[in-house]
């Protein structure tokens, strides 16, 4: 089993900024994707921005210059620095991750499996 749990958001003023953390733990050989997913009320959830392993990263258009993601694969974290929000980037935002895990079953037979996790999601408000 794999957790991701988040921290940070809250409600930020229009123009503000706000960091979220990820934490995963668990049977993690290989964390090969983390980022942030986010859905505000009424809508589909969209990204918002990915790193892999090999640390290339997308972003959502809507987010590109102002949100950075990092990770540090040691501690199996990643953070969104998000500068210059504003009321359209209210939403809960998820945390995600693509995980390779490896495990010796009951029978004593190496298994793996490569799996998406979700978190509970953290809410980040912006007022205007």
């Known amino acids: 089993q794999v957790q991701l749990r988040e921290s940070g958001g809250g409600l930020v003023q229009s123009g503000g900024s706000a960091r979220l953390s990820c934490s995963a733990s668990?049977?993690?050989?290989?964390?090969?994707?983390i980022g942030w997913y986010r859905q505000a009320a009424g809508q589909q959830r969209e990204l918002v921005a990915t790193?892999?392993?090999?640390?290339?990263?997308d972003y959502a258009g809507s987010v590109k210059g102002r949100f950075t993601i990092a990770k540090d694969n040691a501690k199996n974290t990643a953070t969104l620095e998000m500068i210059n929000l504003g009321p359209e980037d209210t939403a809960v935002y998820f945390c995600?991750?693509?995980?390779?895990?490896?495990?010796?079953?009951?029978?004593?037979?190496?298994?793996?499996?490569?799996?998406?996790?979700w978190g509970q999601g953290t809410q980040v408000t912006v007022s205007s």
């Open positions: 995600y991750a693509k995980v390779t895990s490896t495990w010796i079953d009951s029978d004593s037979v190496p298994r793996a499996a490569r799996l998406e996790h």
């Open positions: 668990g049977y993690i050989d290989r964390i090969d994707v």
């Open positions: 790193i892999t392993h090999t640390d290339s990263t």
